[in-house]
């Protein structure tokens, strides 16, 4: 029996904001978010001036899903079993007789067989959303580097200058003290990073307020790179649109943290206030938890179980856990449905901006890496005279696992009548049903890996 879903059916509607409300320009956001974290290790700790030079081809590196091990430099692509498809030392790919010898067919040393295993932890990092990607290219260069200085010696030990370059550029006082590179340069050209949204998803907003929807904004930005993305993306006016904003919001522990430990705060001028006991009205507010929030829609909406739908980008910080600890609907934007048309991504960026910012052309992040292969799906070498079998990767298990539906951008469903009935990935136990408006290429082929 198909399961549907509806956004008629929702009483509360929630997004994530960048790279869900706010679509940024991948390969020019790409450039700025590498170039702030390697000038910062260059400058600031002595590393090779290499790093600071990027070539077109080394984007193909990157490939959102992939695993780095803290401790051994070497950066993995996982099946849904657990087991490795693909690694990397640094940005050179493991031989498959290297790849065997090292991992064999057994799961990886740190998996869980949960799904909800830990993104991060102190002996890895998973990449996940389009902030973090720039970083694995980084990171993998940073080995190849230290791998020619030391012999190839283990364990590594850069990830602390790591954590150093993301709190000096990113701290929540930088964006007011234009500190580091990204903020200073989001301000000085917005328009070179940032796609503003279409009238077909403004119009889109307002029918769901009309409709009776609450709507929230829960972004783990500060509410200073907030407010400078909601004008520009939406207008002066954006505020209107929303009932519940939460800034500052430190997902996934806004799921997963009980309200003792993570409480609403009120902000001045942009400065978090006290703690709050408990939230009592709508409006704008810092850090927070779920469950103190869906008491508020309790109260806001009149029903004892109001129904939530939260659309997200990140697996880690928004689908898995709004589902997981909050048993809300999710909608998970995945920008590779884009890419992985025919291997040519609808325009990603408008036709006005082509051209505009000069310098060879990188891969986007959202198209299939040479490298790593599809983000859904991989090829497993047989035994001895037995053919290649295709697994899904543990990314793609993950999407029909924790996701209602998945689609490649909010534009794709905003000109749907609000009780348009989406497939759910809950049908059948469907791995390919919640995929709107079509499933990715290597999942809707017969079952045969397309490479392009």
């Not at 059916?9 to 997004?15: I, K, L, P, S, T």
């Not at 409300?21 to 390969?27: A, D, E, H, M, V």
């Not at 080394?58 to 099946?79: H, R, S, T, V």
Request: charged fraction near 25%; proline fraction near 6%; charge should be negative.
């Amino acid at each position: 029996m198909a399961q549907h879903f509806s956004l008629a059916a929702c009483d509360v509607v929630g997004f994530d904001l960048d790279h869900t409300l706010c679509r940024y320009n991948l390969p020019e956001s790409a450039r700025l978010i590498y170039n702030s974290f390697a000038q910062f290790l260059v400058k600031e700790k002595g590393y090779d001036k290499e790093l600071l030079t990027v070539t077109p081809e080394d984007w193909d590196f990157c490939c959102k899903g992939l695993a780095l091990d803290l401790e051994d430099g070497n950066f993995i692509k996982l099946a849904d079993n657990g087991t490795v498809l693909r690694a990397s030392h640094g940005t050179k790919m493991l031989a498959p007789e290297v790849l065997a010898e090292e991992y064999g067919r057994k799961e990886w040393k740190h998996f869980t067989p949960d799904s909800g295993m830990a993104c991060r932890s102190g002996k890895y990092y998973f990449y996940d959303n389009y902030f973090d990607l720039p970083g694995a290219l980084l990171c993998a260069r940073v080995v190849d580097s230290l791998t020619k200085q030391n012999n190839g010696q283990k364990p590594f030990d850069f990830w602390k200058d790591i954590v150093a370059g993301i709190q000096h550029n990113y701290k929540m006082s930088a964006f007011k003290e234009n500190c580091g590179i990204y903020f200073p340069e989001i301000k000085r050209d917005p328009g070179r990073y940032l796609h503003t949204c279409p009238e077909s998803v403004k119009k889109w907003l307002r029918q769901l307020k009309n409709a009776g929807k609450i709507l929230m904004l829960i972004t783990s930005s500060h509410s200073d790179y907030c407010r400078l993305l909601c004008e520009y993306i939406l207008g002066n006016d954006f505020e209107y649109l929303f009932d519940i904003v939460i800034t500052n919001a430190l997902k996934p522990g806004f799921f997963s943290h009980l309200p003792s430990q993570r409480p609403f705060r009120t902000l001045e001028n942009d400065e978090e206030q006290e703690a709050l006991p408990s939230l009592d009205k709508p409006g704008w507010y810092s850090q927070g938890n779920a469950v103190h929030l869906y008491e508020l829609l309790k109260k806001m909406t009149g029903k004892p179980e109001p129904k939530v739908v939260y659309f997200g980008d990140s697996m880690h910080s928004d689908i898995f856990p709004a589902c997981h600890y909050s048993n809300w609907e999710t909608v998970l934007i995945l920008e590779e449905l884009r890419g992985d048309r025919d291997g040519k991504p609808e325009d990603s960026e408008p036709l006005e901006k082509k051209g505009k910012y000069e310098g060879p052309k990188a891969k986007p992040l959202n198209r299939l890496s040479k490298k790593w292969g599809s983000f859904f799906i991989d090829s497993v070498s047989g035994l001895e005279n037995t053919e290649d079998s295709l697994v899904y990767t543990w990314s793609c298990k993950r999407i029909s696992a924790y996701s209602t539906i998945a689609i490649p951008s909010i534009e794709a469903i905003a000109e749907l009548p609000l009780d348009y009935k989406f497939t759910s990935f809950s049908s059948n136990n469907s791995k390919t049903a919640g995929y709107y408006p079509n499933p990715p290429l290597v999942l809707s082929n017969d079952g045969k890996l397309t490479t392009k």
